[in-house]
């Protein structure tokens, strides 16, 4: 007869399994550890609660860094090891600024705008128009600011009959540069004192109607393209001088000619 020790080696008893359930232990705390540091690799990062975590698998400490704004990154960019430099066209490298080299749109619009001061105050010059020029560079534009009273009596639209022969001058100007620009705005503006008759209710509506007349004027002639002048009138809204003074409301009281060289970039 068997022992009852006997009979507990030959059914399999613990001396025999001992091992198999150790390695089974083995890999589900392994897949459980692996499981919740990647559920913790999708959440916010703690700096304490990673450095802790970091520190308890290594036993070393961990050292914070702090984040590079998009700013320092790219007045500061990391050199690129091992990477050959990609040259472009012109021998830049492409570590190099592109906006630095010449646009060739800007350049036309630059050179036409020089064309367009220099030929239209030239011709104020030379036929006496009581006007002022003024030139911006970075709007590719000159203006040409003429007195209201040069066109209209007081109050109207209506241009007068002695401002035929200043508007005819201010219209062959135009043509001589009608080759330089892509568009000419003009534009009507008045003071501050207000308006209010039952032609013109307002300042508003004054400064439109003077814009318009002297395109009527222009379109009427026909030598102009008009399909590239436009009519605003802005009313009191954007003044040049104080309105405190008579002098500054006469300066405001006003017909600008805005000319946009051709090239330039809508922005």
């Excluded at 399999?12 to 089974?24: F, H, L, V």
């Excluded at 209209?152 to 219209?171: G, H, K, Q, Y």
């Excluded at 062959?172 to 032609?199: C, W």
């Amino acid at each position: 007869m068997s022992s009852a020790s006997e009979r507990r080696k030959s059914n399999g008893g613990d001396e025999g399994g001992g091992a198999n359930w150790m390695d089974t232990y083995g890999d589900l705390v392994t897949l459980l550890l692996t499981f919740f540091v990647l559920l913790f690799s999708f959440s916010s990062i703690d700096a304490a609660k990673w450095e802790a975590l970091v520190g308890s698998f290594t036993g070393v400490s961990v050292i914070g860094v702090d984040p590079i704004s998009p700013e320092i990154a790219f007045e500061n960019p990391i050199p690129r090891f091992g990477l050959p430099t990609i040259e472009q066209e012109d021998g830049q490298t492409d570590g190099e600024d592109a906006d630095n080299s010449e646009d060739p749109a800007n350049a036309e619009a630059i050179s036409n705008l020089m064309a367009i001061y220099d030929r239209l105050s030239g011709y104020i010059g030379q036929a006496g128009i009581s006007a002022d020029l003024e030139i911006y560079e970075d709007e590719y534009v000159v203006k040409v600011i003429i007195p209201d009273l040069v066109f209209f009596e007081t109050a109207s639209a209506i241009v007068r009959e002695e401002a035929f022969p200043v508007l005819d001058m201010v219209l062959e100007m135009f043509l001589d540069v009608q080759n330089l620009y892509s568009k000419l705005s003009v534009e009507g503006h008045t003071d501050i004192r207000p308006i209010n008759t039952a032609q013109y209710p307002s300042n508003w509506h004054v400064s439109v109607y003077r814009a318009v007349n002297v395109v009527a004027y222009f379109r009427d002639d026909g030598r102009l393209d008009t399909s590239r002048v436009v009519a605003l009138g802005y009313g009191e809204e954007h003044p040049i001088a104080p309105n405190d003074t008579a002098e500054g409301m006469a300066r405001n009281r006003r017909v600008e000619f805005v000319v946009e060289a051709v090239g330039r970039r809508s922005k």
